[in-house]
């Protein structure tokens, strides 16, 4: 598998419309923090991401030579919590 800029970009263009974008293998969560945890956010980030891939694990094992992906993610403030969501996307050639 190859990172992809464009697929990053594209994933960004998925979290605001999912339907905009057309991919193989779609991995996305969303969490709420509290405003005052300390964990760095690439921790919180892994902390609800990190199962998803342990599920598909195989699946993405599985992808062909040529694969491109790309991940991105946003956060917001939701009262006081803070939400990220994030996906990454896959793209078979």
Same mark, same amino acid.
């Given at each position: 598998m190859k990172w992809s800029n464009e697929w990053a970009n594209k994933a960004l263009d998925y979290l605001k419309s999912p339907k905009s974008v @057309?991919?193989?293998v779609v991995i996305e969560g969303e969490q709420s923090f509290n405003e005052d945890d300390t964990q760095l956010p690439l921790q919180k980030l892994l902390a609800f991401l990190q199962p998803r891939f342990h599920k598909i694990e195989k699946d993405l094992a599985r992808l062909p030579k040529g694969t491109i992906y790309g991940c991105n993610g946003v956060?917001? @403030?939701k009262g006081n919590k803070n939400s990220i969501s994030a996906v990454c996307l896959y793209k078979k050639p």
């Open positions: @057309k991919a193989d956060i917001n @403030k």
